[in-house]
């Protein structure tokens, strides 16, 4: 998985200026260009030693933190580390019950359900700089808990300043700033990244063959690249941007959402007949 450096969600111009995108300009205005600089995903978290990877919704941000786990476990990133993995829903909700907002009583909880029970290996851990905590779905926390559990964030930050911190969020909510994280964005798949994906993903979950798997993902691609397929996204495109341009009620909120996560292929959808 690669990541952009330079934040593609970030770029603003008005509604009526988004009607008239020149496609030498943008290849896919809110996702970035696929050809624009990217570095691979563990890059990043080596540079950086606390980083917010934004990304729009199932584009990867929960498979990549796991990634990251399973790879420092086989010792093939960041060796002299610990991942730790928290599901920030799963903490809120505990947090709750507690009525204290206290990642570091969090972890020493799971490393007792883990069957670790001495407590001062994790104070060892963090102390040495051992631990690469990883903090997923900063968007999913709820609006009355954002303020609690982003100032317990920060503060286990910079307590614990010698360890790496990577958390995710959704590029819908930016406004969830965390002081001293470097944002980065996730990039988009290329075309040929969408092929090998789904060669792989058929080969491994069809219920007949390998060659049979194959078949499927030629079948799929070929029609994922339909003319008409095209025209809807097209199509459903084009009714946002009327939406918003329009005197109809929208709200701040539903507009940022839709601003953040308006899909516009313009160098693609040139090339097709029907444009």
């Known amino acids: 998985m690669n990541i952009l450096e330079s934040i593609a969600s970030q770029q603003r111009v008005e509604i009526t200026e988004l009607q008239n995108l020149d496609p030498k300009e943008f290849d896919r205005f809110g996702l970035g260009s696929s050809d624009q600089n990217q570095i691979p995903g563990t890059q990043a978290v080596e540079t950086h030693s606390k980083l917010r990877v934004l ?19 086989q010792s093939a990133f960041a060796v002299n580390q610990v991942p730790i993995f928290i599901t920030l829903r799963n903490f809120v909700e ?6 204290e907002f206290s990642l570091l009583k969090y972890i020493r909880q799971e490393f007792l359900t883990s069957g670790i029970l001495d407590s001062s290996v994790i104070e060892t851990l963090l102390n040495t700089g051992r631990v690469l905590l990883l903090l997923d779905g900063m968007d999913e926390i709820l609006h009355q808990q954002s303020n609690a559990v982003l100032s317990e964030i920060r503060r286990f930050s910079e307590k614990y ?12 909510s930016q406004k969830l700033r965390l002081r001293g994280f470097t944002d980065v964005e996730i990039a988009p798949f290329t075309l040929e990244q969408i092929r090998a994906f789904a060669q792989k993903w058929f080969v491994v979950f069809t219920k007949t063959n390998q060659k049979d798997g194959l078949a499927q993902s030629v079948e799929f691609i070929q029609k994922l690249e339909l003319d008409e397929n095209w025209q809807r996204y097209y199509d459903a495109n084009q009714l946002l941007l009327d939406c918003l341009h329009s005197n109809c009620e929208v709200t ?13 292929p313009q160098k693609e959808l040139e090339d097709r007949e029907w444009q």
Request: hydrophobic share 40%; proline share 2%.
């Open 55 to 73: 990304g729009k919704p199932g584009v990867g941000k929960t498979t990549f933190l796991q990634y990251l786990a399973i790879q420092c476990n």
């Open 252 to 264: 701040a909120a539903i507009r940022q959402e839709i601003e953040a996560t308006l899909l516009l």
């Open 161 to 172: 300043h010698k360890n790496q911190l990577v958390a995710t969020c959704r590029t819908a």
């Open 94 to 99: 505990e947090s709750k019950i507690s009525n």
